[in-house]
């Protein structure tokens, strides 16, 4: 399983692209990198995941290195209500287990 | 996206009874389920792996005769926490696998354990 590793805390102005790296330096070759956030105890919130390319949806771009060590997430336009706790994981193609680091806390500041 | 939902969503209970928490995946079939706990500002820790008909694996250091995990059907999965004691008391959440989108992965809304 991808060991995770990611800054505990990060602030960015609002307005402004947030980038959020994770470091998976143990990411197997069919491991799916996957980023969540969770708001205040609620359920995790899916963002986004990706396996070599890098990825885009409606709410973030996902960089994954080419020796897939580690990746990016980025919120291109942070919101006030993008204040979160990421979490970066991986999942193996065929659903073993997902598994998640300690996550960043993320501020948006007006 | 599918929809998974975890009843009830808040708990409080006497130590020494048992809680049952359900999962339910409303719009897909779920090959795959996973419980996990939450203490107050951590990560969440994965408890088990239950797969529909067979067995669930457990994580280590998870008691499997505590935490019990039942996966009936290919909708529902069920943690039953036996004997419950207030160092139990967490936020529980589980998380489900589509059976044909087998790289994606949606949780329930959580629930709050309390026991006193």
Not at chain 1, 36 to 62: D, F, V
Not at chain 1, 74 to 91: F, K, N, Q, S
Not at chain 2, 35 to 62: C, D, H, I
Request: glycine share 6%; with cysteine.
């Amino acid at each position: 399983d991808a060991k995770t590793t990611q800054p505990p805390s990060m602030d960015c102005a609002e307005g402004r692209a947030a980038n959020l790296p994770c470091n998976h330096s143990t990411i197997s070759g069919n491991e799916y990198v996957y980023w969540y956030r969770q708001i205040h105890s609620q359920g995790p919130q899916y963002i986004i995941h990706g396996l070599k390319n890098n990825e885009t949806n409606e709410m973030a771009s996902l960089i994954i290195t080419e020796d897939r060590k580690s990746s990016t997430l980025i919120l291109p336009h942070a919101t006030l209500r993008d204040t979160a706790v990421y979490y970066c994981g991986g999942i193996i193609q065929g659903a073993q287990k997902l598994v998640f680091g300690q996550g960043t806390r993320l501020t948006i500041n007006p | 996206g599918a929809v998974v939902s975890q009843h009830p969503s808040w708990v409080i209970c006497k130590s020494g009874t048992s809680v049952k928490i359900e999962c339910r995946s409303l719009d897909f079939q779920a090959t795959t389920m996973f419980w996990y706990r939450q203490f107050p500002k951590q990560s969440l820790m994965l408890m088990a792996t239950s797969n529909e008909g067979s067995k669930a694996t457990y994580e280590q250091g998870v008691e499997k005769d505590k935490f019990l995990i039942n996966h009936a059907s290919l909708t529902l999965s069920t943690l039953t926490v036996t004997s419950a004691h207030p160092e139990d008391s967490s936020f529980y959440i589980c998380s489900a696998i589509a059976r044909t989108r087998d790289t994606e992965a949606f949780f329930g809304q959580g629930t709050r354990l309390t026991v006193v």
